[in-house]
């Protein structure tokens, strides 16, 4: 498809268990976003990727929450030790670099709901 | 202080009226991006309309149109003739710095729009 794709669609794990979330972005799409939507916080920005690299990291709410992306392409989050407030949709973005015109529009993925019991 | 304010956490209207969805933002930065996304029941976000902080017009796509009035900080999203397909949550985000930036989106905490047949 054409879109940007996350797997798994539901995750349920144990607290202190590790999880790794999945997102493929549009093809050509170099930037990459990781938001996290949960009911008492509403939607907050993790971190954000240029190609492989990650210019802006400050949305991460511990050293529990890790991500990386490869060959400019899928992106995978990883929390470790997973606690209950970990509990929440992770939403993946992506978008293409505009050049002074454009408006750099994101394109969501259908999200990954973690619940951590 | 909040971003992005959103002060109505719930709205009715009236299938085929039409309502204003209001949003107010707050930022130094002298380019930036504002956002509507719609998230049905489904959990998608769907991209709805833009007003950069230098579009001398308001935006309009279809049925949606963004009354941006600069010097209120204020971004409200208008939907004419209200369709059921339309009741959603609705959120505004704004994007802080250019657009070839890739910046973050910062998110209000949403209006749900409910429309009545």
């Known amino acids: 498809g054409a879109g940007v794709s996350q797997s798994p669609s539901n995750k349920v794990t144990e607290k202190g268990k590790d999880v790794e979330l999945r997102c493929d972005p549009i093809?050509?799409?170099?930037?990459l976003y990781w938001y996290r939507q949960s009911l008492g916080q509403g939607l907050e920005f993790l971190i954000y990727?240029?190609?492989?690299?990650?210019?802006?990291k400050s949305g991460l709410p511990s050293d529990r929450f890790s991500a990386e992306r490869t060959g400019g392409s899928v992106s995978t989050l990883t929390i470790q030790r997973t606690q209950q407030e970990d509990s929440a949709v992770y939403l993946c973005?992506?978008?293409?670099?505009?050049?002074?015109?454009?408006?750099?529009?994101?394109?969501f993925g259908p999200g990954t709901r973690l619940t951590v019991l | 202080a909040q971003k992005i304010t959103q002060t109505q956490p719930g709205m009715f209207v009236q299938e085929k009226e039409a309502v204003t969805l209001d949003c107010t933002y707050d930022?130094?930065?002298?380019?930036?991006?504002l956002f509507w996304y719609k998230q049905p029941s489904s959990g998608e976000m769907i991209f709805l309309i833009y007003?950069?902080?230098?579009?001398?017009q308001n935006a309009t796509e279809g049925r949606y149109s963004l009354n941006f009035q600069k010097a209120r900080k204020s971004a409200n999203l208008v939907i004419s003739a209200s369709q059921l397909g339309d009741s959603a949550m609705y959120f505004c985000?704004?994007?802080?710095?250019?657009?070839?930036?890739?910046?973050?989106?910062?998110f209000g905490a949403g209006t749900i729009l409910r429309v009545k047949s």
């Open positions: 973005a992506s978008s293409s670099r505009t050049s002074g015109s454009g408006y750099n529009e994101q394109f």
């Open positions: 093809s050509g799409h170099t930037a």
């Open positions: 990727f240029q190609g492989n690299s990650a210019p802006d």
């Open positions: 930022t130094s930065d002298p380019s930036y991006g």
């Open positions: 007003q950069g902080s230098y579009d001398q």
């Open positions: 985000a704004m994007r802080e710095g250019a657009a070839e930036y890739g910046n973050k989106l910062v």
